[in-house]
């Protein structure tokens, strides 16, 4: 018996008896009709009629067959499809959840993927796809970074970009997108990580400065007593006079660099009692009483009832207190009146500096020391946290009324580190008015407490 497995076929040719060929119908339609036909008359033809059937019922299970595989793979192409869509949108969304601008270009630098971060700060808002980058980044160092990458060169540049009316430095980085030729580049606000490179170089240099200055006087004094005024008591005199007087502010610097040393460390915990600010405001008044009484000042404190004991921290408030008093006297007009005055205010929680834990009062405390002085130049008010940047004499050339130039960073740090604030309040001639707010230190609120913020 010949097989029809054996039977071979050509490349364009069909096989009429192929199953899986849909061209097949035609023909044993025909067959099945002219056999009914022609065994009307001929019944032998009706044999084959029956033969067709059965041809045509194997093509019929040949094309279900035919149609459940291409259902199946429908299926799965459908199932691919709905994973590759499920992957690029979330692809997608954590892209555009980046608080980092993120570019993608194409071979030809023309931008084809843009996040919100990249679309609000370098596109001021507007859709960046299909624009050129170089069009978008005026910088030449960062076209070249980009253009590196696109052939395969990774790299880091710094942009400087003007954002929401501020200089904001950006550290640019451009990697090459692998078998695409196109480049993702991530810019990268580094502003206060530059400031505060930029703020440690000034510390050294400032603190050499203000430690120099001492040291060589006390150097220069201790040589002229060793030699011209070895045998001249009123020169031996004076010299010892400005020994001490520059060794005691060497030892005020230490002191301060010290306690602005403590305030930074986060190992030191904050140990939180009842302190009677009252009593402190008074007791830290009393120690500039001599300063006071020889320039004609007066101070006048002013203690709301409701704020006289919240729970603080005693050592870091005789930081903050001195340092502010100690300010006024020295740069109020003569013969005015420095007020000190505490309220009890509702005062909002900075995420990014939260309380101490023990802090769990419903109100704060806006502590203010006003001064009928100089005041402070507009350019400078925001510098005057700087340690060891100092404005007066750039005010009024008065040596005598010079400190560490630590006094308000150690403020500003004890400040925070009790979970408040410092700001200021100032009119050039006018008076500066310092003003510190604690959050959280207040628990008992009378009926007639003062909320106006």
């Given at each position: 018996?010949?097989?029809?497995?054996?039977?071979?076929?050509?490349?364009?040719?069909?096989?009429?008896?192929?199953?899986?060929?849909?061209?097949?119908?035609?023909?044993?339609?025909?067959?099945?009709?002219?056999?009914?036909?022609?065994?009307?008359?001929?019944?032998?033809?009706?044999?084959?009629?029956?033969?067709?059937?059965?041809?045509?019922?194997?093509?019929?299970?040949?094309?279900?067959?035919?149609?459940?595989?291409?259902?199946?793979?429908?299926?799965?192409?459908?199932?691919?499809?709905?994973?590759?869509?499920?992957?690029?949108?979330?692809?997608?969304?954590?892209?555009?959840s980046?608080?980092?601008?993120?570019?993608?270009?194409?071979?030809?630098?023309?931008?084809?993927?843009?996040?919100?971060?990249?679309?609000?700060?370098?596109?001021?808002?507007?859709?960046?796809?299909?624009?050129?980058?170089?069009?978008?980044?005026?910088q030449?160092?960062?076209?070249?970074l980009?253009?590196?990458?696109?052939?395969?060169?990774?790299?880091?540049?710094?942009?400087?970009?003007?954002?929401?009316?501020?200089?904001?430095?950006?550290?640019?980085?451009?990697?090459?997108?692998?078998?695409?030729?196109?480049?993702?580049?991530?810019?990268?606000?580094?502003?206060?990580?530059?400031?505060?490179?930029?703020?440690?170089?000034?510390?050294?240099?400032?603190?050499?400065?203000?430690?120099?200055?001492?040291?060589?006087?006390?150097?220069?004094?201790?040589?002229?007593?060793?030699?011209?005024?070895?045998?001249?008591?009123?020169?031996?005199?004076?010299?010892?006079q400005?020994?001490?007087?520059?060794?005691?502010?060497?030892?005020?610097?230490?002191?301060?660099?010290?306690?602005?040393?403590?305030?930074?460390?986060?190992?030191?915990?904050?140990?939180?009692?009842?302190?009677?600010?009252?009593?402190?405001?008074?007791?830290s008044?009393?120690?500039?009483?001599?300063?006071?009484?020889?320039?004609?000042?007066?101070?006048?404190?002013?203690?709301?009832?409701?704020?006289?004991?919240?729970?603080?921290?005693?050592?870091?408030?005789?930081l903050?207190?001195?340092?502010?008093?100690?300010n006024?006297?020295?740069?109020?007009?003569?013969?005015?009146?420095i007020?000190?005055?505490a309220?009890?205010?509702?005062?909002?929680?900075?995420?990014?500096?939260?309380?101490?834990?023990?802090?769990?009062?419903?109100?704060?405390?806006?502590?203010?020391?006003?001064?009928?002085?100089?005041g402070?130049?507009?350019?400078?008010?925001?510098?005057?946290?700087?340690?060891?940047?100092?404005?007066?004499?750039?005010?009024?050339?008065?040596?005598?009324?010079?400190?560490?130039?630590?006094?308000?960073?150690?403020?500003?740090?004890?400040?925070?580190?009790?979970?408040?604030?410092?700001?200021?309040?100032?009119?050039?001639?006018?008076?500066?008015?310092?003003?510190?707010?604690?959050?959280?230190?207040?628990?008992?609120?009378?009926?007639?407490?003062?909320?106006?913020p």
């Open positions: 018996m010949e097989s029809h497995n054996t039977t071979t076929q050509s490349p364009g040719q069909h096989n009429p008896l192929d199953t899986g060929d849909p061209n097949n119908w035609p023909l044993p339609a025909s067959i099945l009709a002219g056999s009914i036909i022609v065994g009307v008359f001929q019944p032998l033809f009706l044999v084959v009629s029956l033969g067709t059937l059965i041809w045509i019922g194997f093509l019929c299970r040949s094309y279900s067959r035919r149609l459940f595989g291409l259902a199946s793979d429908k299926r799965r192409l459908e199932d691919k499809i709905k994973r590759a869509q499920l992957l690029a949108a979330r692809l997608q969304s954590i892209l555009e980046a608080d980092v601008p993120i570019l993608t270009t194409n071979n030809n630098g023309s931008i084809i993927q843009a996040n919100l971060a990249a679309k609000l700060i370098l596109g001021s808002g507007r859709p960046l796809i299909g624009e050129h980058f170089d069009s978008l980044i005026t030449n160092a960062v076209h070249e980009e253009r590196l990458a696109r052939s395969g060169e990774s790299g880091h540049a710094r942009l400087e970009l003007p954002v929401g009316g501020d200089m904001r430095i950006f550290d640019v980085a451009a990697n090459p997108i692998t078998n695409t030729r196109g480049a993702v580049c991530t810019f990268t606000d580094i502003t206060e990580l530059s400031h505060s490179a930029t703020l440690k170089a000034d510390f050294a240099a400032n603190a050499s400065h203000e430690l120099r200055t001492p040291i060589a006087s006390i150097l220069a004094a201790i040589q002229t007593l060793e030699g011209p005024a070895k045998n001249d008591p009123a020169m031996i005199q004076r010299l010892i400005m020994i001490s007087s520059n060794a005691s502010r060497l030892d005020l610097i230490v002191k301060d660099l010290l306690d602005l040393s403590k305030l930074e460390s986060t190992l030191v915990p904050v140990v939180l009692t009842d302190v009677n600010l009252a009593d402190l405001v008074e007791q008044s009393l120690a500039f009483s001599s300063a006071c009484e020889r320039r004609g000042l007066t101070i006048e404190t002013r203690i709301n009832p409701e704020c006289s004991i919240i729970t603080s921290n005693e050592s870091m408030l005789e903050i207190l001195p340092n502010l008093i100690g006024a006297t020295k740069f109020a007009h003569e013969n005015t009146t007020t000190i005055h309220e009890s205010i509702a005062i909002g929680i900075d995420p990014e500096n939260p309380l101490p834990d023990g802090l769990d009062g419903t109100r704060g405390v806006r502590i203010g020391v006003r001064d009928e002085g100089i402070i130049p507009l350019s400078q008010q925001q510098r005057i946290f700087e340690r060891f940047y100092q404005v007066d004499e750039a005010r009024d050339g008065s040596s005598a009324r010079r400190g560490t130039g630590l006094g308000l960073a150690i403020v500003k740090h004890a400040a925070r580190s009790l979970g408040g604030s410092v700001r200021l309040k100032s009119i050039h001639q006018q008076g500066t008015t310092m003003i510190v707010e604690l959050p959280g230190c207040v628990s008992d609120i009378g009926k007639n407490a003062d909320s106006t």
